[in-house]
C-alpha cells in the first residue's frame, strides 16, 4: 500500500516564485494536514481539510493556501516564496480524530 | 492559548537506562493523545494512543504512557533503552471540543549512547 505520497521530496525555490506541493493517500481518509518541521519547534500545523471541499487554518496559515479539490489529495501552495519558508513539510492523513495519523516522508524546501 | 508541551528538548542516556519524556497539555475536555516518533531522516511513525479506557497504554518497542487527567500530562516511558531508540519523540493531541486540528509538541530528542 502506497499510504501516504508526497510530491516533490525536494526543491529548491527563489525568492518570490510559486509552487505547489502534492500529498495523496490511497486509505479514502477523510482528514488531512499540512505541518512544517523547524529545527527546535516541532511540528507547526499550517492547514487541514475534514473532508473533500474543506479547508481549515492551522497555526501558522500566512503565506499559504491549500485545497481538497478531490477526497485522496491535499495540496499546498506557496504563492511567492520566501526565505522562512524553508523548512521541511509533511502530509498527513487519518480516517477521523479516533483514529491515528499516517504521515508522508516529507518534503524539503529550501528558497534561496 | 492551548498548547502542547514537552519537558526536555534533548535527552542523553546509556543504553539500558530507564527513558521518562514529559508531555503536558492545555486543552480541556475530551482529548485524544498520542506519541510518535521520527528515526533520523524518516517521517513520523505512531509508537502508541490513547482514547479512552485504561489510562496506561502500551505501545511498539516496549514503549508505555500513562495518561493522568488531573495532571493534563502523557508521558512516555520505556524501562531499558536500546541504541536504536535513538530518535525524536513527539506528543500530539487532538482536543475535540477544539476543531479538527491535531497538534503536536516541539518534540523531544532521544540520545542512547552505546
Known amino acids: 500500500n502506497a499510504g501516504v505520497t508526497q510530491t516533490p521530496k525536494f526543491r529548491v525555490l527563489k525568492t518570490g516564485q510559486s509552487m505547489t506541493l502534492l500529498c495523496a493517500q490511497d486509505?479514502?481518509?477523510?482528514?488531512m494536514y499540512w505541518y512544517r518541521q523547524d529545527p527546535g519547534m516541532g511540528l507547526r500545523l499550517i492547514h487541514y481539510s475534514v473532508g473533500e471541499g474543506t479547508t481549515a487554518k492551522g497555526e501558522v496559515p500566512d503565506g499559504y493556501n491549500v485545497s481538497r479539490l478531490k477526497k485522496q489529495n491535499f495540496l499546498l501552495g506557496l504563492e511567492s516564496a520566501a526565505p522562512s519558508q524553508t523548512s521541511v513539510y509533511f502530509c498527513a492523513s487519518r480516517r477521523d480524530p479516533s483514529t491515528a495519523a499516517f504521515f508522508g516522508q516529507g518534503t524539503r524546501l529550501t528558497v534561496v | 492559548a492551548q498548547s502542547v508541551s514537552q519537558h526536555n528538548h534533548h535527552v542523553i542516556l546509556s543504553e539500558a537506562a530507564s527513558l521518562e519524556l514529559g508531555c503536558n497539555y492545555s486543552y480541556g475536555g475530551t482529548v485524544n493523545l498520542f506519541w510518535y516518533v521520527q528515526y533520523p531522516g524518516q517521517h513520523l511513525q505512531l509508537l502508541l494512543k490513547?482514547?479512552?479506557?485504561?489510562?496506561l497504554v502500551k505501545g511498539i518497542k516496549g514503549f508505555e504512557a500513562e495518561f493522568i487527567k488531573s495532571k493534563f500530562s502523557f508521558n512516555l516511558r520505556k524501562p531499558s533503552v536500546q541504541w536504536s531508540d535513538t530518535a525524536e519523540y513527539f506528543c500530539a493531541v487532538n482536543a475535540l471540543n477544539y476543531g479538527q486540528n491535531f497538534v503536536f509538541g516541539p518534540g523531544t530528542r532521544l540520545s542512547v549512547l552505546p
Open positions: 490513547y482514547f479512552s479506557g485504561d489510562p
Open positions: 486509505m479514502n481518509h477523510e482528514y
